[in-house]
Each structure stands twice: as C-alpha cells, then as structure tokens.
C-alpha cells in the first residue's frame, strides 16, 4: 500500500460527538496545486513528495480524502459586531483531523473553501485564490514576525469560478491550527443550555491547551483558570499585533481562538502612517474594530467567554454561587487591561532599544523612568508619529539607525526634521540609563550603541505584507495566473527584519493617496 500523506490522531472527532457534523469536502473539476508550504510540512513531518504533483493537488483540492482524515464541520456561534448569531459554524471549512509535530505539539489540518456543509446557510462554501493566498501571505508574516498564527500549508485551485462582485478563481486553503476551538465554538452550547458539550468542550481544551489545569477538580479553579489562559494569551497576542501595525479587522468571537493563535485573515491590513483610528475593513463602518480599539474587542470578547463558562461554575438556582462566580470572573476580565499593558510595553522597551525595566530615578528625572517613564516615552513617540503623519513601521526601523548614532534618515522621515528633536533626547538619556543598569554596565558607548541598535533591528521589521504589495499580488495571481509576484512577496516577508537590497522595494510605503482609499472585504 502506498504510505499515507498523514499520520492523524483525531481527537476532536474522536471524544466530542455531538459539537460536529461529519461532512466530505466538494469534488472540483481541476485540482492544481498553487501553493505547498515545504517548510511547514517539514515541521509536520510529512514527506513533502507526497503532498506535491497531481497526487496533491487531489489532495488539497479535497477530490480525494487522505486516509485517516475524518473531515467534519465544527459547530460554533458567535458575536458579529456586537450582534449574536447563535449558529455560525464552519459553513465553508472542514476539519480533516490532528496530526502531531516534529515538536510533539497537535496541529489541526482543515480545508477552508471545501464546499457547502449544514452550518452554509446562503454561502456557496467556496473560496476564491485571492484571499486564499491572502492567507497564505499574512500567517507567513505574523509567523515570521514571532505572532502566535494559524498558517496555511497549502493552496489548490479547483478549476471553477466563484461567484462574488465578479467571477473569481476557485481555491482551497488547507489551513494549520493549534485547535480550531474558538470563543464561539463555547458560546455555542452555552446558548443552548447544553450543560454536557459545554463542560466536554471545556474538559477538551483544557487537556490540549492548558493541561497544567486537568488536575484541578474544582469547576471554577479548572474552567476560570482556562478563562485566565485565554485571557493572558490574548493579551499577549494583541500586543503583539499592536507592536507590528496589525488591523485584524473582524475581531468578531468566532473569530477568536482558545489557543492564542490569529486566525482568519479575512480584511486585515497593516497600518502604513500611523494612527489610531485606522480602520480599513469595508463593513466596519463604526471602527469597531479600528487598530486602537483592539485591546478592548479583545477584552469584550474574554467576557463573552466568561458568560459561556458561568454555568459550569454556578448552577443557575444558587444565586449565592452565581454572584460569587460572577465576582470572580469580573475580576479575570477587569485583570485583563493591566496584563495587556504589561505585554505592550515589554514589547515596546524591546522595540525602544531598551533591557530594563527602569527605575525611579535612574535616568536623573523622576518624569522619564519607571514603569510609567517607560510607558510614556513609548505613549509620546507614537502621538509624535501620529501628529507627523510618519510611517509606523519605517519610523521604528529608522530608530535602530539612530541608536547607532545615524539620526539622518529618521529625521528626514519628519516633514520637520526637527520634530522629533525633544524626543529624541529623552530616548537617549533613557537609553544611557539603561545601558548604565544593564549587564554589559562598563563597556565602551559605541560597543553598546551598536548592541542597541542590532536588537532593535531584530525585534522592528524593515518588511511587511504591505497593502499594495499584497493586493498586486493577488491580482496577477486572481487574474491572469501569474503566481510570480505572490512568491516574491511571500519570500520577502518571511526575511521580515533584514534590510537587503532586494528587499527595499517590499519596505517602502504605499503612496499616501492609494492608502487613503484603501478598503479591505469580508466577502472572502
Ligand atoms: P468569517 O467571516 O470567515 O469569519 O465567517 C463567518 C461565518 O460565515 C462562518 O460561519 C463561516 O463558515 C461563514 N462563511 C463565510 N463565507 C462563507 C461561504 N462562502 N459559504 C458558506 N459559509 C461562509
Ligand atoms: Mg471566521
């Protein structure tokens, strides 16, 4: 017998019947592998020859079912902007099972754009190349960038058009996930009063996310702990996405994972100047989901959670144990502000240069050190790039420069080459005091600066999936098939904080009018 692409251990389909349909991928009518992902299968530890060719284009266009998949739709409901839809549901992705990594980590493999399932509603349950490869490039950057991300392992276009504004080329993704368990995917059962699958889906993720916490046998240690997980790895990660100018942009509860992962690179765009406010998605109309408001969907979110996991805690009768639950779930929530802080600046003294924390006094000025010094310091370089109109992630690029001493380029990113001057003091007698505090306390100025400078270039990306970029690059691939500018792309964004030649052209901003306009979509 020939050998099996995959070694899955389906645990999902396995120990939670009942929260899933099993369903078989569509057949399509040409199967052609756009996209394999060698890297990330290498990691999977799977034998990249058999996922190529004819064979795997089969494969991943969902004509033929590797053995051992049980490909199933997963149930879930979720909060859309603000309104509930008590059932979503993979209405256009399966689950094909778990597979274990070369790390021993359990990996999801799912189609996306495989076909109707009972959760379509009116979706066709395609996918178009576009956003596919969309995905494709994006979870290839965030992974580059050090960003918890699901990432895609491979694109097959079907051979048959999809029907949107226009008609587009059909694709699959098959898409790779720590779990595919989502906020909603608990809002679910919660919804339906489903005591049994809610606390089964619990006790589930538990086991594959936080297994630290099946031992506990108290239901609010064990699933308020879970929310405490959740809540500490959004936290994280949503710094991290504030850090490199990331807009999700559809940061609805179905869209939110368990596992800390981003998914679903639906509108999502990086900010060019930077600015608070930025929002791109076509739909979000109220800027719900601006780059700013980030923090507190992610927040709101957790609390929907909260509510899903209630019941398991504090029996509905006992209203002494339901206040007591609330209480304590209010405070997970009411926590998650400070931890989404801390992350944020631990990222931001990485990205100022900086190793310590501060402390009161060490810089001579009470006003610039400390944990709050630190935090305003990085609070008034952003207004000044706001005020200034100033690309985000080149300004932070041209900050390394400067703390080697070359002030020229960043100074010359300000209409006013002036502008940053006050700030610019302040960051330097920050960055003495940390060097004066640091390990390597002693060494020679220019040894540090240049120190200073080569971290800040590792942890600041010169290259980003830039809007343009990423849209002329769909497009060559959408519309006449020329998958060349996507593969130059997608190897440019994986050198994220190199600064080659080659890479120049992939560093520079959009023209300030073309990201005025610049809208994303949701009808993927
Ligand atoms: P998304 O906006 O991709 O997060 O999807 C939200 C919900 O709409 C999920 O339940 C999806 O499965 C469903 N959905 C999105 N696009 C389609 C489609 N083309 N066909 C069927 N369901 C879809
Ligand atoms: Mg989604």
């Known amino acids: ?11 999902f389909a396995r120990e939670l019947p009942g929260l899933y349909v099993s369903w078989k991928p569509a ?25 190529a060719g004819s064979e795997g284009a089969a494969l991943f266009a969902g004509n033929t079912v590797p053995e051992g998949a049980e490909p199933l739709a997963q149930a879930y409901a979720g909060h859309q902007f603000g309104g509930f839809s008590p059932q979503l549901g993979d209405g256009r992705a399966l689950l094909l099972g778990e597979v274990i990594d070369r790390r021993g980590e359990r990996r999801d493999i799912a189609f996306k754009g495989s076909g109707r399932t009972p959760f379509s509603r009116g979706g066709d349950g395609k996918a178009a190349v576009g956003p596919m490869l969309r995905e494709v490039i994006v979870g290839e950057a965030m992974h580059a960038l050090g960003i918890p991300s699901t990432r895609a392992l491979a694109v097959a276009g079907t051979g048959e058009p999809v029907y949107r504004e226009t008609a587009l080329p059909g694709a699959v993704l098959t898409r790779v996930a720590a779990s595919h368990l989502r906020v909603g995917t608990f809002q679910f059962f919660a919804a339906q009063g489903d005591l049994d699958k809610l606390r089964r889906l619990a006790d589930y993720a538990i086991a594959r996310h936080d297994p630290a ?27 991290s996405w504030m850090n490199v100018g990331f807009i999700h942009g559809v940061m609805n509860t179905d869209n939110m994972t368990i596992s800390g992962e981003t998914i679903d690179y639906g509108p999502c765009a990086f900010m060019e100047a930077y600015d608070p406010k930025a929002v791109f998605s076509s739909i979000d109309r109220g800027g719900r989901y601006a780059y700013g408001n980030q ?15 209630l019941p398991l805690v504090a029996d509905g009768d006992d209203e002494v144990a339901v206040q007591r639950a609330v209480a304590e779930a209010t405070e997970v929530i009411d926590a998650f502000a400070a931890q989404y802080r801390a992350a944020l600046l631990e990222g931001q003294r990485a ?3 900086l190793q310590t924390a501060g402390s009161a006094g060490s810089s001579g000025s009470t006003h610039d050190a400390g944990e709050a010094g ?48 006050d700030w610019l ?20 100025p220019g040894v540090l600066a240049a120190a200073r400078s080569e971290r800040m270039r590792r942890t600041n990306p010169f290259v980003i999936p830039r809007n343009h970029r990423v849209e002329a690059a769909l497009a060559a691939a959408s519309e006449g098939g020329d998958l060349g500018p996507f593969e130059l792309l997608l190897a440019a964004v994986r050198r994220p904080f190199e600064e080659a030649p080659d890479l120049v052209p992939y560093g520079e901003p959009a023209p300030a009018e073309l990201t005025a306009g610049y809208r994303t979509f949701c009808g993927t």
């Open 27 to 51: 057949a399509v009518p040409a199967p052609r592998l756009l996209y394999l992902n060698r890297d990330l299968a290498a990691e999977l530890g799977l034998d990249a020859g058999l996922l």
């Open 425 to 444: 003091a302040r960051w330097h007698a920050r960055c003495a005091a940390d060097d004066a505090a640091g390990e390597q306390a002693g060494a020679a």
């Open 351 to 353: 990205k100022l240069g």
């Open 374 to 421: 630190d935090a305003s310091l990085a609070e008034d370089w952003l207004a000044l790039l706001h005020r200034e109109r100033v690309d985000f992630t080149l300004a932070w690029r041209r900050l390394a420069d400067a703390a080697a001493g070359d002030e020229a380029a960043l100074r010359a990113s300000f209409a006013d080459a002036r502008a940053p001057e």
């Open 295 to 309: 923090p507190h969907a992610a927040r709101w979110n957790l609390a929907k959670l909260a509510e899903a996991l």
């Open 213 to 239: 916490l099946s031992g506990l046998e108290h239901p609010g240690e064990r699933y308020f702990g879970l929310l405490r997980a959740v809540a500490q790895r959004q936290a994280a990660r949503v710094a």
């Open 1 to 11: 017998m020939a050998p099996a692409p995959f070694v899955f251990d389906n645990t």
